[in-house]
């Protein structure tokens, strides 16, 4: 049987979809951040990678990752609420981590809600970790935690915070920092 889950790199159309599913799912109680301008930027720019999922045909999610030389950083992943616990999600970030590999990416970083236990269940069961937390993340509401993996697995090192060169560690370090 052919797999239902179908991933593809996001076309500028698809800006409003995945800024309304960024809203409804990832950024309610917050300011929303993520309008469709800006997913817009990410899917026209060389060093994001923004894709979409559908589920038998239908819109299922989205994902945006940012890549940088060593490191790349997932800023956004949403399933359809209706459509969650399939394998979309999984599927989408084994697609990217896929990606990233190819490109010589050697750990993937990433921002969950503290309050976020299903997302964070999620990808503690895809392997990531925590390696730190900031407290006021969201808008100066709600706290993040920090989580990490490394795509080489079976190697001795451990993955560390961010290094300080990487641009989100910057940011998301600054005082009263909202994510745009």
Request: proline share 6%; aromatic share 8%.
């Amino acid at each position: 049987m052919k797999d239902p889950v179908r991933i593809e790199i996001a076309r500028p159309a698809d800006a409003p979809a995945i800024a309304q599913m960024s809203r409804d799912l990832i950024e309610y109680s917050l300011p929303w951040s993520w309008q469709a301008p800006r997913v817009l930027r990410h899917v026209q720019r060389d060093e994001s990678t923004v894709i979409t999922s559908r589920w038998r045909g239908e819109f299922a999610g989205f994902a945006i990752m940012r890549f940088g030389v060593e490191e790349a950083h997932l800023d956004l992943l949403a399933v359809h609420s209706r459509l969650q616990r399939r394998g979309v999600g999984a599927a989408m970030l084994r697609w990217l981590e896929d990606s990233a590999r190819v490109a010589g990416t050697s750990v993937v970083h990433l921002e969950v809600r503290e309050t976020n236990h299903g997302g964070r269940a999620f990808y503690r069961r895809l392997g990531y970790r925590r390696v730190g937390r900031v407290p006021g993340y969201y808008c100066n509401r709600e706290a993040a935690l920090c989580l990490a993996r490394d795509l080489w697995e079976g190697r001795d090192a451990q993955i560390a915070p961010a290094p300080r060169s990487s641009p989100w560690t910057a940011l998301i370090a600054a005082p009263g920092f909202i994510p745009r």
